[in-house]
């Protein structure tokens, strides 16, 4: 009688324990969750409130740029083409590592960039051992954020503040040329450097950022460098560290060329650590 009570405390028991399992599962694989809702929100608000210029690149707008940059505007095909109004990337499996100690995850990244302001606003969509992970990387009206949020519930971490303010706008000021509307507008202050090399200069909502721009012979821009982007400690403190991205593999579509391979990488005094590395896709719109 006694075993025949266990057994069944036992069947109850797991039956209660494959029940929650059940309900965690399906919960993890409901598409919707909060974060997702915020990014889908801020997207679309800056999508309609973007300008929608009417006229095309010509060589007046690049006349006062440094060489290297006028290059890339005629050999990625951009003159005579209508000037857009924001950009969306969208990259997909990217090796993505929070440290050199830890393992990479594999990511999808959504991004839009704005071509009148530098508003930015970016979706990461992943999972640890197989529990959804998610991350909001943000710079609208003039306010930087970061976090990442875990089972669509936990915070992991959270960033605010004046330095993330100035790492969001020196991130958006080393993809301008992504969406070169923006390269053109009074907030970016362009100086010469040399034939294969430009500075750039950021100044928005009271803050500034500069970075050094790298093309090669052809036009293509190859990287992007600058000191202004703050790296998070392991104690919560941020801290300057040499910045980069990397992009090449340019592809032609519609008479422009573009990037279609990128890194991000943190330059450490004990070496460099590639912790963004995938390929993308970023379509203009007008």
């Not at 997909?92 to 508003?119: C, E, H, M, W």
Request: with cysteine; aromatic share 12%.
């Amino acid at each position: 009688m006694i075993r025949r009570k266990r057994q069944k405390t036992m069947l109850v028991v797991v039956g209660a324990l494959l029940c929650a399992i059940g309900i965690v599962l399906i919960f993890f694989n409901i598409p919707c969750s909060k974060t997702r809702t915020e990014f889908e929100k801020a997207a679309a608000e800056l999508i309609a409130e973007a300008d929608h210029p009417e006229d095309v690149f010509q060589e007046e707008d690049i006349a006062g740029l440094p060489e290297p940059v006028q290059r890339y505007f005629r050999s990625c095909g951009y003159l005579g083409k209508p000037k857009m109004a924001y950009i969306k990337i969208f990259y997909q499996d990217v090796a993505f590592s929070f440290g050199r100690d830890k393992p990479p995850l594999k990511i999808d990244y959504t991004q839009y960039n704005d071509a009148k302001t530098p508003d930015r606003i970016a979706y990461i969509d992943s999972s640890m051992v197989g529990i959804p992970f998610e991350g909001l990387d943000a710079y609208l009206d003039g306010a930087g954020s970061m976090k990442g949020i875990l089972a669509k519930v936990f915070p992991l971490f959270s960033y605010t503040g004046k330095d993330m303010d100035r790492s969001c706008l020196v991130t958006f000021l080393s993809e301008c040329l992504f969406v070169p509307t923006a390269a053109l507008q009074e907030f970016i202050e362009w100086e010469p450097v040399d034939d294969l090399h430009a500075k750039a200069t950021i100044s928005y909502s009271g803050l500034s950022a500069c970075g050094v721009f790298t093309f090669d012979e052809n036009g293509e821009m190859l990287a992007f460098q600058t000191d202004d982007r703050s790296a998070a400690q392991s104690d919560g403190s941020a801290k300057n560290v040499p910045w980069s991205i990397v992009c090449g593999a340019y592809r032609e579509e519609d008479g422009i060329k573009r990037p279609t391979v990128f890194q991000a990488i943190w330059h450490y005094d004990d070496g460099d650590l590639i912790y963004f590395d995938g390929k993308g896709t970023i379509t203009a719109y007008k």
